[in-house]
């Protein structure tokens, strides 16, 4: 396995599906995520050998919830309710795709935020989103 970059950490906060698709590793700065990564390997692929487009989406969207989790106050739980993406370039076996996500605006039930991958910080793909704050478990 290619050593990961220096700076970044495996993030431990993770759900039984992300386990499935990780490892996730996270960067930090203030006590906050920056930055969420992966390394591409084997199980990533698709039938055409290079990564699937759900994964891609899986990080952007990880990326994107905890970007916007990060930007209230308290700790809220944080759904999905859209998620739009383009897809630039494969991201192939070995590749370290880095997630960045900005949050666009935060509202008190609902936050727009986008992400963009980056692979040698190449842009490979774009996801924007809406995500309603929700009760902690996931409920309304």
Avoid at 27 to 38: D, F, R, S, V, Y
Avoid at 50 to 67: K, V
Avoid at 79 to 104: C, H, I, Y
Wanted: charged letters at 25%.
């Amino acid at each position: 396995m290619t050593a990961i970059p220096e700076g970044y950490r495996e993030r431990r906060h993770n759900s039984d599906f992300t386990d499935l698709c990780g490892p996730f590793f996270e960067k930090m700065e203030n006590g906050q995520q920056t930055e969420l990564a992966l390394r591409i390997s084997k199980k990533h692929g698709n039938l055409r050998g290079i990564t699937h487009g759900g994964l891609l989406m899986t990080i952007a969207d990880s990326a994107i919830g905890d970007a916007v989790a990060q930007a209230y106050d308290n700790e809220v739980g944080i759904v999905t309710v859209s998620l739009s993406s383009e897809f630039f370039k494969p991201a192939n076996m070995g590749d370290w795709v880095v997630a960045r996500a900005t949050v666009q605006k935060q509202g008190r039930r609902l936050s727009f935020a986008d992400c963009f991958l980056y692979v040698n910080d190449e842009k490979i793909f774009r996801a924007s989103g809406v995500f309603a704050v929700v009760d902690k478990k996931g409920g309304r």
